[in-house]
């Protein structure tokens, strides 16, 4: 597999950099954009952008390691976040990961062996007010109950 952004996301890449003083300060979003390309970030792929970025593959892989948004291994087409912090615990959202996680036959950052599915226990996804709180990839589904969610992964196939 090549490991190149194309012109158009090159000229992305440009513009991150253009918002900052340095280089280095556009590493979040070019991660980013490149776990979106290529799913996940592999060695290779860090390599890459730490190479765009003039920055040293260690600190690419700091910053990687450090924030939980960026995959470290390869993920489900779906990925399932569900919170389980103190407002989400208190509505169930410790009951809702259990079903998930017992329905999908997967535990935390595993993912099924067809690859269409991956979970993912979080601590807090910033809408305690409408707790419980799931979410499947970029998407958001608040004040959850195991039916919903049951529906919505029943309809991700």
């Known amino acids: 597999m090549q490991i190149e952004f194309n012109a158009e996301e090159l000229n992305e890449v440009q513009y991150h950099?253009?918002?900052?003083p340095e280089k280095k300060a556009a590493l979040m979003p070019v991660l980013w954009m490149a776990q979106k390309k290529w799913g996940w970030l592999s060695i290779d792929v860090m390599k890459y952008v730490a190479d765009l970025l003039e920055l040293s593959l260690a600190h690419v892989e700091g910053v990687a390691s450090f924030y939980?948004?960026?995959f470290k291994k390869p993920m489900g087409k779906?990925?399932?976040q569900v919170?389980?912090?103190v407002s989400c615990m208190l509505r169930k959202?410790?009951?809702i990961y259990k079903h998930v996680s017992e329905?999908?036959?997967i535990k935390h950052n595993e993912r099924t062996e067809d690859g269409l599915y991956s979970l993912e226990e979080v601590e807090c996804m910033g809408a305690c007010g409408g707790a419980p709180?799931?979410?499947v990839n970029e998407d958001f589904y608040e004040?959850?109950?195991i039916p919903q969610v049951d529906e919505i992964i029943g309809n991700l196939k």
Do not use: P, Q, R, W
């Open 68 to 70: 939980t948004m960026y």
């Open 78 to 80: 779906y990925h399932i």
């Open 103 to 105: 329905k999908l036959g």
């Open 143 to 145: 004040n959850m109950d």
């Open 93 to 95: 959202g410790d009951v």
């Open 17 to 20: 950099i253009s918002k900052y």
């Open 133 to 135: 709180m799931i979410a």
């Open 83 to 85: 919170c389980t912090n």
